[in-house]
T-cell receptor
Framework: QKEVEQNSGPLSVPEGAIASLNCTYS??????FFWYRQYSGKSPELIMS????GDKEDGRFTAQLNKASQYVSLLIRDSQPSDSATYLC??????????????FGTGTRLTIIP | DGGITQSPKYLFRKEGQNVTLSCEQN?????MYWYRQDPGQGLRLIYY???????QKGDIAEGYSVSREKKESFPLTVTSAQKNPTAFYLC????????????FGPGTRLTVL
């Protein structure tokens, strides 16, 4: 089982609709969760971080965390063509040797259709 | 402007050559990281450093080396021992360890000819 799993997509959403991106993780002890947006050929850009169960809103973005079910999601309201990108989920994991690191999913490619 | 810079943006290497990728940050971050990204894959951790003069191997350290002589700088050397070095290399930094948010530089795209 992969440590962090995402549906690779592509996910196509009409402009103005809500895009929903999901991520599951295997380490129950994980405490920190991040969503990055990556445009083609560019580096990842941090858009949301969440540490507690529940919802966290920032503009058109809402991150949702459910530690009991081990999933974290990202909702994008009023989707715009500029939201078309690959979205990476990252989870802070403590390794077998006690080191902490971020583990990334492979990303979900989102396309907003005008 | 505060940020992370990487150079060069594009790098071409002949087989058997060592090359060094530069990463500099002026965010006063303690921790720095190197990742590798291959097409259709997630980011894989090569090396990381949480303080000056100390660094740890990540998941795919073989064929790579790093140094951390200054807080601002964390160069990565891709040695000839790395069998498949063609990839997009990303440097990141954060305040302390992996618990905090990591911010990425623009990346270096390395191609082996």
């Amino acid at each position: 089982q992969k440590e962090v799993e995402q549906n690779s997509g592509p996910l196509s959403v009409p402009e103005g609709a809500i895009a929903s991106l999901n991520c599951t993780y295997s380490d129950r002890g994980s405490q920190s969760f991040f969503w990055y947006r990556q445009y083609s050929g560019k580096s990842p850009e941090l858009i949301m971080s969440i540490y507690s169960n529940g919802d966290k809103e920032d503009g058109r973005f809402t991150a949702q965390l459910n530690k009991a079910s081990q999933y974290v999601s990202l909702l994008i309201r009023d989707s715009q063509p500029s939201d078309s990108a690959t979205y990476l989920c990252a989870v802070r994991i403590i390794s077998n040797f006690g080191n902490e690191k971020l583990t990334f999913g492979t990303g979900t490619r989102l396309t907003i259709i005008p | 402007d505060g940020g992370i810079t990487q150079s060069p943006k594009y790098l071409f290497r002949k087989e058997g050559q060592n090359v060094t990728l530069s990463c500099e940050q002026n965010l006063n971050h303690d921790a720095m990281y190197w990742y590798r990204q291959d097409p259709g894959q997630g980011l894989r951790l090569i090396y990381y450093s949480q303080i000056v003069n100390d660094f740890q191997k990540g998941d795919i350290a073989e064929g790579y080396s790093v140094s951390r002589e200054k807080k601002e700088s964390f160069p990565l050397t891709v040695t000839s021992a790395q069998k498949n070095p063609t990839a997009f290399y990303l440097c990141a930094s954060s305040i302390t360890g992996a618990a905090n948010e990591q911010f990425f530089g623009p990346g270096t795209r390395l191609t082996v000819l």
